[in-house]
């Protein structure tokens, strides 16, 4: 990250906001769609409650990217926000920079440790101590299909690779677009991890993208993972470029097209709109990761202040594990509560679904970190693989090429 060594960069200056007094938390979040800003509207109320103000702080598009570059330039500039929404390693990451306040007093007295998987309390740790605070789990290996689509069509939704081409093909033929996808980075890599856990499975995925094993990169089975992608591609439509992941969403619930595949938050659009699982829409695992599960864990470090109100920080971090705003937000989010054994006898089919799934996956060795959301990678070779795969989409770059950039992409530290 090196953010030490990072420009002010002069463009940004009118995001900044005016110092940051005691009993206000400023937080940095990307919840801007509907779905996601009904959820921020949530822990605003739970805050404001307990007699603090809230700052919103936010900054829409790029799956996260374009808030970072924000934040990078507010933390340089001494001038960074009380909370900002960070996952995976770069959690560590900024930690490791002395900017992070720890929480862990409020993570012993709520017993954190007992209440989070350890798979997610290890995310959310830097040398021991608690440094940010975890809200939910997605599940980012969904294929959203509208299942009128598909009857038109006179075809069932794709359960392997193998089987995609020719569905989609009678989709387009019955006058649909096949899969509704936004030509942006971060979504060209959400496709390309379910394609490649879904031709590879999960040990290979492991292998390939979390442990970034240059054997299992350069295998004939990233090759084939590449050539799927290629695949699917062809069954996007020409106006994909640069749309938001949230209007490719509305081209599936308008019945428009008969697919996308994105995390679970894709669910809240179709909350949203007042649409029903099993009805007016399917929750399905993407080709192939039936058995599988790529998590991205949304979560919230806490900036060191000077002359910072510790208990505004410490409610602010209360709140976001409290079993009433775990409820509220997961089901406007379309995630699952972080929290062990929460009650799930509220959420609808996807959402218990989605919790089994995890439970099961966990004990099977299925359950995996999602690299296109930030949750498997140091953030260097992270970026690098994100460029490798969007270029790959949008040029005319053999799997064969691809795969060397992805090897070269994966030493970037």
Known sequence: MKIRRLTLVLSLACTFSLPVYADTVEVLHWWTSGGEAKSAAELKKIIESKGHTWQDFAVAGGGGDNAMTVLKTRVVSGNPPVAAQVKGPAIQE?????????LDDVAKAEKWDSLLPPVVANVMKYQGHYVAVPVNVHRVNWMWANPEVFKKAGVQPPKEWSEFDAIATKIEKAGFIAVAHGGQPWQDNTLFESVALGIGG????????????????????????????????????????????????????????????????????????????????????????????TFNIDSFIVFKQKNRDAKATNDFASAILSDPFQEVFNQNKGSIPVRLGHDMSKFDDCAKKSANDFVASNKSGGLVPSFAHQMAQPSAAQGAIQDVVSNFMNSNMSSKAAVAKLLQASKKR
């Open 202 to 293: 999960p040990a290979y995925y492991n292998k390939a993208f979390v442990k970034l094993d240059p054997a299992a990169i350069s295998s004939p089975t990233t090759i084939k993972a590449f050539d799927t992608l290629r695949m699917v591609r062809k069954h996007m439509d020409k106006d994909m470029s640069g749309r938001d992941w949230n209007l490719a969403t509305a081209m599936v619930i308008n019945g428009k097209a008969a697919m996308q595949f994105m995390g679970d938050w894709a669910k809240g659009e179709f909350t949203a709109a007042g649409k029903v699982p099993g009805k007016d829409y399917l929750c399905l695992a993407a080709p192939g990761t039936a058995d599988a599960f």
């Open 94 to 102: 900024w930690a490791a920079e002395g900017v992070l306040t720890h």
